[in-house]
């Protein structure tokens, strides 16, 4: 067992883990923030995105003792209140989900793109989701709900 | 009847679900963690084949956290076999399905055994310590060799191979309608298997009460009332003391409509230790584990004229089942055979399906379930036939299909359909697309030799869905009906709760329903809470699958609204001291003609009929009502897809230009939600058609059994997508909808597909096997010019 | 999946690090960013005893410039890379490839070290480091030694590295005015490369005076397109040119067949990925 100290959406926890344990179990498993699921085990479909330091990060490719001394943000810790992320906003204007198993990792996927690039094309919307699978949407209002959450204009 | 005043229906609301999903509160079904909850893993063959020596568990009871662990032998007793429920023919071969293998195992992937531990860590670890002897048998892979006389039997019992022969021939003899033909076209197709590949991994929950003999199960399962059934059955655990919840799920295509092993497992270790259990699949587990799609070979004749009009169509269907029969696997190919002569008129049909075991996955519904192999076939035999007869694709189709003032039209495969205008939905897309000057474009790239060739695909299909007529079904020798069962309860303070016999898993049901509701009843939107998806709550109900959930359920809703309204009425009039033909009702007031100060609100009237202290005579209180709906016919969505692809000659890469689909699905209850299926479907179409194949070698093994093998594709392997509509209401239902799950998926893969083998006509490629990989597309370039 | 049990070290040093590497003998993994390695565990297709993370240790991370040399830290990850100005002016290359790299995500995470010491043949990172001409700096109890990329691929996901050596730093010769391009055909968009080149192009009056081109997944090792690039020298950069010294380019290698491709079509694309590579980074087209 080794002893990690992570701070998650704001709240700190010290924890006594596994080396193996990987930080989604982590997340899930032992601090109930299921909000992050896990959607395959070769980190392709990127459900699990979360915000590790500032960068968008697969958690289920990353062990929690990685993460040990790190600030992490999931899904659960974007919104102030009642007031959502633009993104999550977003999503829901342009109908950018219908499962929604994937949508925690595509906002913060797409959270992570606005940080870098504030006003994407299109297609680098396109570029920054490839490693996450959506199997439900088709992508397009995905990148629809992405360009508006940057403020631009999108054709509906 | 009531005036509905539809201020709802027809408008693009955003959707209820939304907001949990968006923020993380959600409830998987892995997210459920309780005290003393125990964890499944399973053990599984390695093996396509194999006859099981031995199996021993004790070492994986050493190991630390694990609490129990059964081979199949041990849990034999008192768990049957899985179900099938659609046993097509009366001779059909059914094998025996123990959800735990006990002598056999039959595909890599075959459950073996299962260790049940403290925690999911423990439990894969545990896995490992078991210790299981195969002798190996020789695996069946090819579906030919496996109906030869000596080939080797995936159920030896059996004697063969073959699960059944299911033929159906309409119309006139064949035979000799093809002596009639000037063109005779032969083609084989393949359709390639899939994994369904949703993105929730499945899992199930099973929370016991020894003491009452209670069972509450949690599931990843679009079918949580036939689950509910089927798992009574087969662990003999009494249907009334079984309860299913199918929790937030996160899609389904066909892949959770069915009765898994798994959940009857954990019901029965549940039961057998008396504590609550979870299992949850990887990734790679579910590769193997979940059922697997399409995977047929199809042999497809057409005879035609020399002007093209068609004669006849034959269709010699082998369907790989896989090493069982899951619930509804015999059935998904009888689902298309309807559906082969697609919108054309013709004078015969001859269709045979052939079901053929072989030592790989189960298959199963996989979205559209039939209906896109039918598509396929036709549609690209349809190119075919157009290049043979010097036609373009489009002004062969107008030939045959079936004329707008020709509905209600009986199809030559015996289905009626009952709308359509198939002439505008292509016009449309046409004009959307630029075909013109796309044709334009490809034929001087031909000209100039340019190493990157356009081709244009067309699909004018149709399908039927909204399953939906209990009576056919019956003839079909379905298990069930196809009926759907809504209620409605008026609240004492005016909300409304919709209880609906749907269990979405993407399908935005919640907001549908609500908007249909709305507007029957005349009350606000956010007024109505849509309850599905737990038999506890929603008690009757037939579940989401072939597009059925708007078409038969949400016209169940709408139907219990006007009852409620129904039943309001009489309230009303005998509080207004009126008679009911003398009230007017909109938005939600009743009203006395000629004196519109004399009215009430059916809130009020809930509420009075709540109370009860005042009901007309002989009324019962509340003015809640329910509907159970069974459609007369099933829905027939149709449209026109274009594709325009670029293949880059040199390296076979063929990349989608444009998509263009003119989709009629009927009334349209929510713009949005059926923009969003249109294109999730197209996506799934597209990529059976480029990208996605289970892929097994020659020893059975499944090689693509990881998403870093089996390729999903992501949002840079797709294009953006034109949609657009005509509407011809649906006349099997009260909505006039048609349904819109599954009719991208159908439309799509021949639009794309018949898009590469136009680019490479010229240079005398005729087809290109699915999926379209560059690899195959150069091969077939490089044969082509041999 | 779920990773098999594993100990645990997190060395401060790189001195600690391969202390305890060399303690645990044959049975440590090297963990840095772990995109490689968090996979292969939850597969369950590694079953290391003690997993050394070197992912805090300080000085391994960065790029700094060495006379004619860029030194890049071992540690430097696939996203630093990509916004490094040093690696965007002397290796444009490099920059090129890792834009390439799996997804954003895997890039925060993933480091150029952890790519190349893993040596898989389908990465797109270990052309780029032979077509280079890389040396991987490697510090063991024996201390530090320098082991040139051509040297450093020994087969399938094996590399020069001992159990007990760390890799510390990739050594990169600075080019400039050499063009660039690194041409990855891969069947969805974060799919392993089905074959990959990398190709440097020094051009002189119209001509091509030099070309270096790396392979990926045309063999065990990444390769070089020895043959073409001797083909290439002289040659005017102009399209049949490129076409006729570039048929060469599938020489000597062996490719492997998956379902994606058979090693015909591998040969077959190497020679037309390398063809428009090459042009590419000649600036013709």
Known sequence: MTRISVTVDGTTYEDEVEPRLLLVHYLRDRLGLTGTPVGCDTSNCGACTVDLDGESAKSCSVLAVQADGSEVTTVQGLARGDAWHPLQQAFRERHALQCGYCTPGMIMAARDLLRENPAPTADEVRHALEGNLCRCTGYQNIVRAVLAASGQEVAS | MTEATEREVGRARLRKEDARLVTGQTTWTDNIQMTGLLHLAILRSPMAHARVDRVDVSPALERPGVVAAFAGRDLADGLGSLPCAWPVTEDIVMPDHPPVAVDEVRYAGDPVAVVVARDRYAAADALEAIEVDYTPLPPVLDLEAALAEDAPLVHADKGTNRCYVWPLATGEDYARVKERADVVLTRRYRQQRLIPSAMEPRAVVVTPLPASGEYTLHSTTQIPHILRIMLAMVTGIPEHKLRVIAPDVGGGFGSKLQVYGEEALALAVARRLGRPVKWTESRSEGCLATHHGRGMIQDVEIAATREGRLLGLKVDLLADMGAYLMLVTPGVPILGAFMYPGIYKMDAYDFTCTGVFTTRTPTDAYRGAGRPEATFAIERIMDELAAELGLDPIELRRRNWIRREEFPYPSIAGLTYDSGDYAAATDKALALFGYDDLRAEQQKRHERGDPVRLGIGVSTYTEMCGLAPSRVLGDLRYGAGGWEAASIRMLPTGKVEVVTGTSPHGQGHVTSWSQIAADVLGVPFEDVEVVHGDTKAAPQGMDTYGSRSLVVGGAAVHQAAVKVVGKARKVAAHLLEADEDDLDFAGGVFSVKGSPEARTTIQEIAFAAFSSHDMPEGMEPTINAEHVMDPENFSYPHGTHLCAVEVDTETGRSTIRSYVCVDDVGRVVNPLIVEGQVHGGVAQGIGQALYEEAVYDDEGNLVSGTLADYLVPSAVDLPDFVTDRTETPATSNPLGAKGVGESGTIAATPAVVNAIVDALRPLGVTDVAMPCTPQRVWQAIEEASA | ?285
Do not use: C
């Not at chain 3, 790189?14 to 292969?40: F, H, I």
């Not at chain 3, 005015?177 to 990855?184: A, C, I, M, N, S």
């Open chain 3, 1 to 285: 999946m779920i990773p098999p049990a594993f100990d645990y070290a997190r060395p401060a040093s790189v001195e600690e690090a391969v202390r305890t590497l060399a303690e645990a003998g044959d049975e440590a993994k090297v963990l840095a960013g772990g995109q490689s390695l968090l996979p292969l565990l939850r597969l369950r297709l590694a079953f290391p005893e003690l997993v050394v993370d070197v992912g805090r240790i300080p000085g391994l991370s960065g790029v700094r410039e060495d006379g004619d040399t860029l030194v890049i830290g071992a540690l430097t990850t696939h996203h630093d890379i990509l916004r490094d100005p040093l690696v965007g002016r002397y290796a444009g290359l490099l920059a090129a490839a890792t834009r390439t790299v799996a997804d954003p995500a895997v890039r925060h995470r993933g480091t150029l070290g952890g790519s190349l010491a893993h040596a898989d043949p389908a990465g797109d990172l270990p052309a780029v480091a032979l077509a280079l001409d890389a040396e991987l700096v490697v510090v063991g109890p024996q201390g530090r030694r320098t082991i040139p990329a051509r040297e450093f691929f020994v087969d399938y996901l094996q590399s020069a590295l001992r159990p007990d050596e760390l890799l510390v730093a990739v050594r990169v010769p600075k080019r400039e005015g050499w063009g660039f391009r690194y041409e990855k055909f891969q069947r969805v968009a974060q799919a392993w490369a089905v074959v990959g080149v990398a190709a440097l192009v020094r051009r002189e009056n119209g001509h091509i005076a030099e070309a270096r081109i790396g392979l990926t997944n045309m063999g065990a090792t990444p390769l070089r397109a020895a043959a073409s690039e001797a083909a290439l020298a002289g040659v005017p950069a102009v399209a049949d040119a490129v076409a006729r010294a570039t048929a060469a380019a599938a020489e000597g290698t062996r490719p492997s067949s998956d379902p994606s491709a058979t090693p015909e079509y591998r040969a077959h694309l190497a020679r037309v990925l390398t063809r428009r590579a090459v042009l590419a980074a000649a600036g013709g087209e």
